[in-house]
């Protein structure tokens, strides 16, 4: 899933659960649920990729969307219920780390992050039924907007 769909999914949690360590479990585990739905965005990194192909287009992808999630926290935040800025920041943070786990392993090749990289691509594999990036679109929109009925 996109980040904007993990960070949606963070208020959820964050407006359900005030406790930041709590939030920031829960959070993580909801980023890992989430990345097992079929979702069409495992065509970012494919094996014939060069290193420097599959950086280029996770950076332009994490930046746009970044963006996008950091508009829709900041609209949240101001229209939005009162929630603790513990819990948020807490559920935000277990939600998008491993996504920035992923991206520092893609960035330094780390050896000690290679398990946790496998382990989180298999996820993304995991169902068996890749889509297409239209049909990914439409399931994460489905997803973001099942999220945003909650969150509101």
Same mark, same amino acid.
């Given at each position: 899933?996109? *980040?904007?769909?993990? =960070?949606?999914?963070?208020? !959820?949690? /964050?407006?359900? !659960?005030?406790? #930041?360590?709590?939030?920031?479990?829960?959070?993580?585990?909801?980023?890992? *649920?989430?990345?097992?739905? #079929?979702?069409?965005?495992?065509?970012?990194?494919?094996?014939?990729?060069?290193? =420097?192909q599959t950086l280029r287009?996770?950076? =332009?992808?994490?930046?746009?969307?970044?963006?996008?999630?950091?508009?829709?926290?900041?609209?949240?935040?101001?229209?939005?219920?009162?929630?603790?800025?513990?819990?948020? /920041?807490?559920?935000?943070?277990?939600?998008?780390? #491993?996504?920035?786990?992923?991206?520092?392993?893609?960035?330094?090749? %780390?050896? %000690?992050?290679?398990?946790?990289?496998?382990?989180?691509? =298999?996820?993304?594999?995991?169902?068996?039924? #890749?889509?297409? %990036?239209?049909?990914?679109?439409?399931?994460?929109?489905?997803?973001?907007?099942?999220? %945003?009925?909650?969150? *509101?």
């Amino acid at each position: 899933m996109y *980040i904007t769909v993990h =960070g949606t999914a963070a208020l !959820v949690i /964050a407006r359900a !659960v005030p406790n #930041p360590f709590l939030a920031f479990v829960l959070a993580l585990v909801s980023h890992f *649920i989430l990345d097992f739905i #079929p979702h069409g965005d495992e065509h970012l990194i494919q094996k014939h990729f060069t290193r =420097g192909q599959t950086l280029r287009r996770l950076v =332009g992808v994490a930046m746009l969307d970044g963006l996008i999630m950091v508009g829709f926290l900041a609209l949240w935040l101001w229209v939005g219920p009162a929630v603790p800025r513990g819990a948020v /920041a807490a559920s935000l943070t277990g939600s998008l780390l #491993p996504d920035v786990l992923q991206g520092l392993y893609l960035v330094t090749e %780390w050896k %000690w992050l290679k398990p946790f990289q496998r382990f989180h691509l =298999g996820l993304h594999n995991a169902s068996g039924h #890749p889509l297409t %990036w239209h049909q990914g679109m439409l399931v994460q929109c489905m997803v973001l907007t099942a999220l %945003w009925l909650l969150v *509101i």
